[in-house]
């Protein structure tokens, strides 16, 4: 009897950026202020020789407004300001259609050479949806000004369906794509037909593969970059940024915040823990925790506890768009560790906690070898299994056979 527990990865709001091998590239956008010529978009590196002159890179960063999927009418040009070669902004937005689009950052030097993407939409709207291969991917546009149209979706500039106006659901379109791959990433529109593409919503969908979940450092609030380096810009800290990293992350909200504008913040909050758990004993299973909050909940800050008091720290904190889980790495368990344990989380703005029962289980074991029934010429009929000892119930029973005296290797067959 063997039981298997996924982990479960849960919501939480956070700032965070790649470590590994990914480039340390952050692309920040200002959601704060409604006014375009308030808005700015700055894309920072962490990359180590960057911020050292200007051949450090070999290339320099660049932060542009993309047009080859989303073409908008030409407006005054937008000013570029480059602070040393790890960072550069954008500025000069003076209505609300040059914000419409994609813009990308550039960094990185040869093949490390990476680009981030951030995709603006109306406020209220989610931009960035990232799926793993094989899910049902569903965007959703919202109605502002309802008409008597259809509308027509595309995907990366090309037609890919269309909804009749009487599908709309609580005001929203939604296209739901089964199943989807990693070619069905890219950038995604829903426009009125016959519409201006100025009244577009736009998405941004990213298909990871299966070992394509990235790993990154969670920041306390105001903090960013693989190793925290770097500071959120003003004086409300991250607080109504969004930041973007390379793929398959997509953008999220900072630390510890939250919403359409990123500024809602948040008490220290466990997420969805399962009420029951069940482990074989002497297995060294992992279990997964996942905290939300501002100030945000750090690694560090989230425990896990055992019936007997013993606290666990977690060994690692995975984290994705809208969800970041805590990983504890449990000893070798035994019976007394059957019972209530509890995940905890402490911040400067308080705690919470959950509690859940671990079920500690004996594997069953045969006590005899199993009982013939029936001989004939080319078949034995037996009983496997009279008597074991261990918990049950028994779901399955593999029996092992191979001729008398043979060096063969032995066949298996499953029974209930």
């Known amino acids: 009897m063997v039981w298997r527990v996924p982990p479960f990865l849960l919501s939480i709001l956070f700032l965070a950026s790649y470590v590994g091998a990914a480039v340390d590239l952050t692309l920040l956008a200002n959601l704060r202020l409604t006014d375009p010529q308030r808005f700015f978009l700055t894309c920072v590196s962490g990359e180590a020789g960057a911020g050292r002159g200007s051949d450090a890179w070999g290339q320099p960063l660049l932060l542009e407004k993309d047009d080859r999927i989303v073409r908008t009418p030409p407006g005054q040009p937008l000013l570029l300001a480059r602070n040393g070669s790890h960072q550069v902004t954008l500025r000069g937005f003076s209505k609300p259609s040059d914000l419409v689009g994609v813009f990308s950052c550039v960094g990185g030097a040869g093949i490390r050479r990476t680009r ?18 094989g899910d049902t991917a569903v965007l959703s546009a919202r109605v ?7 509308v027509i979706w595309k995907s990366n ?15 929203r379109f939604l296209l739901q794509l089964p199943n989807v791959q990693p070619p069905s990433s890219g950038i995604y529109s829903a426009t009125y037909l016959e519409a201006s593409p100025l009244g577009s919503a736009f998405f941004r969908l990213i298909v990871r593969g299966q070992r394509q979940r990235p790993e ?13 380096q770097e ?28 919403g359409s504008q990123c500024q809602e913040d948040r008490i220290p909050q466990i997420l969805n823990m399962a009420s029951e758990l069940e482990f074989n004993l002497e297995t060294m299973p992992r279990i997964n925790c996942a905290a939300a909050g501002n100030p945000f909940p750090v690694r560090g800050s989230i425990e896990l506890r055992k019936p007997d008091g013993t606290v666990l720290l977690s060994t690692k904190a995975i984290v ?20 209530f344990w509890e995940c905890r989380v402490s911040t400067s703005g308080g705690q919470d906690s959950r509690r859940f029962k671990v079920n500690v289980k004996v594997p069953p074991v045969p006590l005899a070898a199993p009982r013939l ?3 004939q010429s ?29 060096t063969m290797d032995w066949s298996t067959i499953v029974g209930e």
């Open 116 to 133: 981030v993407i951030y995709v603006h939409n109306s406020p209220g709207d989610k931009v960035t949806h990232t799926v793993n291969k």
């Open 157 to 171: 500039g090309s037609y890919c369906y269309t909804l009749d106006w009487h599908e709309a659901q609580d005001g």
């Open 378 to 406: 080319r078949q034995l009929v037996v009983s496997p299994l009279v008597s074991f000892s261990g918990d049950g119930p028994i779901s399955s029973v593999r029996l092992h056979y191979r001729p008398q005296d043979s």
């Open 231 to 258: 500071q959120c810009p003003g004086i409300s800290g991250c607080r109504g940024l969004t930041f973007c990293l390379p793929d398959p992350y997509g953008c999220s909200c900072g630390s510890g915040w939250r």
């Open 320 to 339: 994705e768009p809208d969800k970041t889980t805590a990983e504890f790495e449990v000893p070798r368990l035994v019976l007394a560790d059957s019972g």
């Open 144 to 150: 502002h000004k309802e008409k008597q149209t259809d």
């Open 373 to 375: 029934l029936t001989k």
């Open 216 to 228: 990154v450092v969670a920041c306390r609030e105001g903090r960013f970059g693989q190793s925290c």
